[in-house]
Structures are given as structure tokens and as C-alpha cells.
């Protein structure tokens, strides 16, 4: 008989957690990317989590920290309540939903804040997590990164507006 998994939790980010939360996002960057960018497009990447506007990000928006038995395994930053700045899941926690709980998390305060759309600048590798959850795409875009350039795709969800969903439950 199989061992059931540790159910996941949310908290909000504390600056305590920034390590770990650069360890999440280097992890992920670095493991589950590569089939869609080059090493040398990674590494660029990866060393925007090297200068303190990381931090600010974090700090400066709404930060929710996915946990299993207590350690970080992912992040999701609302920024404006309406932008998904930051969305990363350590590669050992991801297919298991706990991108789907941080997601779902963030659009029910958006939602609730009175956000009527929520909008994610949107890696090649995430474009399948974003339509699942009823993101569309906008517009392709590439971002310079030091000596690289990242493809990337804006996407958009209109928001049910909040009297809508009273009037519907």
C-alpha cells in the first residue's frame, strides 16, 4: 500500500525565506527549462536572482509560499494585483499541484481584491500550466537577459468580477 504524500501548505513569504527561495528558483530554472532554452539562456536567467531587485519583487508584492511538512517548495508573487511577477516550483515538488494550489490561491485574492484579469509574462516551458488554468495568449515577446534573449509570451485571464460569482453560487 502506497504512503500517502504530506498534504501541501500556504504562508505568506517572511524575508527569512529569500535563500530559499533563490535555491527554488535557480533549481527550477536550471532543471525544468532546458528542453526549451539554451544553457547559455538559463544562466542569464538564473543571475537575475543575483541583485537586489529579487528581494524588492518578493517583498513589494503579494508572495505566497507553497510548503510541504513545514520547507518552501514553491512560490507565486501577485504584483499589482493583476501581474504573476514570480511563479516558480522546485523541480522535486512539481506535478504533484502544488503550482495549481499557488495559482488558485492567488486568483481568489485577485479576485476577491477586485482584479478583473490577471496577466503573467509567461516562459516557454509554463505556456501549458498558464492554458490549463484559462490564461490566452497575447503576444510573443523577447527579453533581453545580459547577453541573451528569452522568448516569452504574455498571457491574459479575464476574471469573473465578484458579484457575478455571488449571484452564480
Known amino acids: 500500500m502506497g504512503q500517502a504524500l504530506p ?3 500556504l504562508r505568506p513569504f517572511l524575508p527569512a525565506d529569500l535563500p530559499l527561495l533563490v535555491d527554488i528558483y535557480e533549481e527550477s530554472i536550471a532543471e525544468l527549462t532546458g528542453e526549451d532554452y539554451s544553457e547559455s539562456q538559463q544562466e542569464a536567467w538564473i543571475a537575475r536572482a543575483e541583485d537586489d531587485s529579487f528581494a524588492e519583487r518578493l517583498t513589494k508584492s503579494l508572495t505566497l509560499i507553497a510548503t510541504v511538512e513545514g520547507s518552501p517548495v514553491g512560490f507565486i508573487a501577485l504584483k499589482d ?21 499557488l495559482y488558485d490561491a492567488v486568483e481568489k485574492l485577485a479576485g476577491a481584491r477586485g482584479a478583473a484579469r490577471l496577466e ?16 490566452q495568449p497575447q503576444r510573443r515577446n523577447t527579453m533581453p537577459l545580459g547577453d541573451e534573449w528569452l522568448g516569452t509570451t504574455t498571457m491574459e485571464k479575464r476574471l469573473t468580477p465578484q458579484e457575478d460569482r455571488k449571484l452564480s453560487s
Not at 493583476?82 to 522546485?90: A, P, S, T
Not at 515538488?93 to 495549481?100: F, V
Not at 503573467?120 to 484559462?134: I, M, R
Request: proline share 8%; aromatic share 12%; no cysteine.
Open 7 to 9: 498534504k501541501p501548505g
Open 81 to 101: 494585483n493583476e501581474l504573476i511577477d514570480l511563479f516558480y516550483v522546485h523541480p522535486a515538488a512539481a506535478g504533484q499541484g502544488i503550482g495549481t494550489m
Open 120 to 135: 503573467a509574462e509567461v516562459s516557454d516551458n509554463a505556456l501549458p500550466f498558464f492554458q490549463k488554468h484559462g490564461f
